[in-house]
T-cell receptor
């Protein structure tokens, strides 16, 4: 069964609103979670690394103020897309390493964001 | 040059065929090698996980790692239409923090 839960699976919002996506590790503690963006027929693009209790590390070109990441507990990381615009429409996926399973990387089910 | 190269396909095969998916890489420090399967609009699912060189078999799936050639493969035997998906190779160094992904190969298995 799924070890990483991601919600919501789909969200449609108006331009200018903020959207929060949650990523939970279900049966393990994840000190590090990762957030990706994926465009149609393209591979995963790492956006940021979420570290529990500290600031996220963003990849080059990713706007920190646009994509707010909070990793408040060992089982939950959130990605907030602030003041969303149509160009932010994409498929967002989170992942987490499971220390009890040889640090294997498991993914959430993804969130399809559509900004009108 | 990308760290991990993977042919994006698409690859179309008839049902029952043996499928061979491959990736090459340039960083000799990679030690952990993974294959993920991703259905459309879903998160990637871990299929195979291999440490260092060698073969690993799980049901219809076989993963091979040849570190001397910096080449990894995933074989799917008796392919089924339900195997139609995008297959992503991925790799990490020992103690590595980031996992590097290939571009993904789109596979279509025709009934």
């Amino acid at each position: 069964g799924a070890v990483v839960s991601q919600h919501p699976s789909r969200v449609i919002c108006k331009s200018g609103t903020s959207v929060k996506i949650e990523c939970r590790s279900l049966d393990f503690q994840a000190t590090t979670m990762f957030w990706y963006r994926q465009f149609p027929k393209q591979s995963l693009m790492l956006m940021a690394t979420s570290n529990e209790g500290s600031k996220a590390t963003y990849e080059q070109g990713v706007e920190k103020d646009k994509f707010l990441i909070n990793h408040a507990s060992l089982t939950l990381s959130t990605l907030t897309v602030t003041s969303a615009h149509p160009e932010d429409s994409s498929f967002y996926i989170c992942s987490a390493r499971d220390p009890s399973r040889d640090e294997k990387l498991f993914f959430g089910s993804g969130t399809q964001l559509s900004v009108l | 040059q990308k760290e991990v190269e993977q042919d994006p396909g698409p690859l179309s095969v008839p049902e029952g065929a043996i499928v061979s998916l491959n990736c090459t890489y340039s960083n000799s420090a990679f030690q952990y090698f993974m294959w993920y399967r991703q259905y459309s609009r879903k998160g990637p699912e871990l299929l195979m996980y291999t440490y260092s060189s060698g073969n690993k078999e799980d049901g219809r799936f076989t993963a091979q790692v040849d570190k001397s050639s910096k080449y990894i493969s995933l074989f799917i035997r008796d392919s089924q239409p339900s195997d139609s998906a995008t297959y992503l190779c991925a790799m990490t160094t020992t103690g590595g923090f980031k996992t590097i992904f290939g571009a993904g190969t789109r596979l279509f298995v025709k009934a």
